[in-house]
Antibody
Framework: QVQLLESGGGVVHPGRSLRLSCAASRFTFSTYHMNWVRQAPGKGLEWVAAISYDGTKEYYADFVKGRFTISRDNSNNTLYLQMSSLSAEDTAVYYC????????????WGQGTLVTVSS | DIVMTQTPLSSPVTLGQPASISCRSSQSLVHSDGTTYLSWLHQRPGQPPRLLIYKISNRFSGVPDRFSGSGAGTDFTLKISRVEAEDVGVYFCMQATQFPSTFGQGTRLEIK
């Protein structure tokens, strides 16, 4: 069974940075596109970013452009999300999700990691 | 951005009875490759979302056949033929036709 395990969440002050990781296992990570999706407490789902299987193409939601960077290390089966200039509106559970066939068609999701931006 | 609108937002159902959720997109979800990338996800309390249906009507691995999807263009439906206790939670439709991927607001399914 595909496994995706996020880490790196926590409480951070407004304006600060944080890096999330997603460790992938039980599938050939380097052949799949990957995404980050977030969910604010008690709210719906919001797509954040996507990266191609080889890391050459990145896509971002408008609300994170210039602040977040998605990347991957295929040699270590890990997906990253570098977040900067964080604000209270970024408080959410962040999920990594694998894409099937096309970069936007999500199939497996991780358990998520909670990011709380608060002073 | 494509706006996804679900109805109803809450659906109380009786065990063993059918349930239906609608999802409408603000524009056609037919991709230039001819495929319609409309998915349905289920999220139980405290759990991550889980893929149920992709490309309108394809059940994902391990999804019971009581779940079915239908529709075309801008109007889509998820149906549960006989609701079981484990089906409670929130259902989301999602379009994966164009960036940014967008989701419906969610429909909460609860047992009467």
């Amino acid at each position: 069974q595909v496994q995706l395990l996020e880490s790196g969440g926590g409480v951070v002050h407004p304006g600060r940075s944080l890096r999330l990781s997603c460790a992938a296992s039980r599938f050939t990570f380097s052949t799949y596109h990957m995404n980050w999706v977030r969910q604010a407490p008690g709210k719906g789902l919001e797509w954040v970013a996507a990266i191609s299987y080889d890391g050459t193409k990145e896509y971002y939601a408008d609300f994170v452009k210039g602040r977040f960077t998605i990347s991957r290390d295929n040699s270590n089966n890990t997906l990253y999300l570098q977040m900067s200039s964080l604000s209270a509106e970024d408080t959410a559970v962040y999920y990594c999700a694998r894409a099937m066939v096309t970069i936007r068609q999500l199939d497996y999701w991780g358990q998520g990691t909670l990011v709380t931006v608060s002073s | 951005d494509i706006v996804m609108t679900q109805t109803p937002l809450s659906s109380p159902v009786t065990l063993g009875q059918p349930a239906s959720i609608s999802c409408r997109s603000s524009q056609s979800l037919v991709h230039s490759d001819g495929t319609t990338y409309l998915s349905w996800l289920h999220q139980r309390p405290g759990q991550p979302p889980r893929l149920l249906i992709y490309k309108i009507s394809n059940r994902f691995s391990g999804v019971p056949d009581r779940f079915s999807g239908s529709g075309a263009g801008t109007d889509f439906t998820l149906k549960i033929s006989r609701v079981e206790a484990e089906d409670v939670g929130v259902y989301f439709c999602m379009q994966a036709t164009q960036f940014p991927s967008t989701f419906g607001q969610g429909t909460r399914l609860e047992i009467k």
